[in-house]
């Protein structure tokens, strides 16, 4: 797999140049304004020519403070020296992402910082940072012309990474880690790898030579390879623990993860989300409710009346306000059905049922205002005047049903009626009576009816 390598920082050359460097032993020192400077080692002191040191700075990025700095390219002094002294070394040198993390502590920090425990607390249960070796092979393309400052040239340097068995390289990793900028890795047992050099070295060119057909300048490579390092990458994995509330002794939850190490550690990647036992989400937010049960917090909310936290789906929303409420701490409209807090029921003035804001029209409820004519063998009007028969001797009857109740109005003598009947029982609700002309309603005992229902002529003063 092919990364043509672009650092915002540095160019593909110089950081190159910078890790030839270092794996040759010769570490790089920072003058400021981007220039850098590299002293001959002790034993060899005309390594440069018979200079002692050598100024240099990134073609790519910076301009040279004088003609004593080298600006690095692919074909600049210094970086073929570097490639001179990269192919004496005794054994392929050994590599890592310089922006890999060095410790546990690193992953523990980022990994923690993407969950909400509300009321809990998490703890690594365990984490270890594996090393996966893949191989770079770098190459110098061919020289063109240079103007660094006015124009940057193309990358002159390339980069191939393979597997140890020369097979591509998995393409998570190439988006993920920041494979530009290496530093020398020190040897340590399992770290060596008996690496087929010569096949490694074909399969590289292969691949960068099936992306130059796409190359919009058709650059080819000049068939030389520069180097090849082995490069170990880390990988955590680890698992993490819940425990909710925070003094439980069990953890409540486990959460395992695998991930490269480097853009876990940065940040760039979470770590897998918890699901919730609850309701199946995928969360970095849980919290214990109440009654026990591990929930997504942005599947909780409060009941606006008690403060109580349960699930969301099985809170009920109060149509007039929009707040949130427990089930058993919802009243319902009378007329409508419509959930509501009890705190914005209101009395409809005529039929006195608990309803719904929304439902007053014209100074009564929705039923209230749409009692129409009637005859005493309309169902369900019939029913009601078998129940309450007195009712049957009103005039000018007129009848309306709500959701809970019925609404019977009629006329008699001097006064007007209104009989209130639960739907599902047929139990007067409400009995109440106003002027012929208007006037307020006066509530009246059901009782007054009490063993005087037997005829539809009882005599008005019965029910006065």
Sequence with gaps: MLIVAHSPAASCEFEFVRWGLA????????????????????????????GLAVSFCDAMHAAPSSDSVERVTAESRLARWVIEKLSELPETPLSCPSEDPVAVAEITRAVYSAYEIDGGRMQLAGCSLEETPIVRVSFRRRAGPLNAIAAPPASRVRHVFLTPEGEAVDAVLLDQVHLERLDPLAPRPGRRLELDEPHLMAAAEVCLARDATGEQNGDATDGQPISLTLVWVKRAVGKLEVFLPADEEEPSLEVSFAAWAQPLAQGRVKPPPITCPTTGRATYRITRLPDGRLAAIEEADQCARTGKKMLRRELVECSATGNLLAPDEVAYCQATDAALDPAVLVTCPECGQAVSPRAIERGVCSVCGNLRNAKPDDAPL????????????????????????????????????????????????????????GGKWREHRPDHWSGRERSPTTPPAAID
């Design 382 to 437: 019939t029913e009601i005047l078998d129940r309450h028969p007195t009712a049957a001797g009103w005039g000018s009857l007129r009848f309306a049903a709500g959701t809970h109740f019925y609404v019977v109005a009629g006329n008699r003598w001097l006064s007007r009626w209104r009989l209130v009947i639960d739907r599902e029982s047929l139990e007067i609700r409400r009995l109440a009576k106003s002027g012929r002309l």
């Design 23 to 50: 794996t040759v032993g010769m570490p790089v020192q920072s003058c400021g304004d981007g220039v850098f400077r590299v002293l001959a080692p002790d034993a060899a002191p005309d390594s440069f020519q018979g």
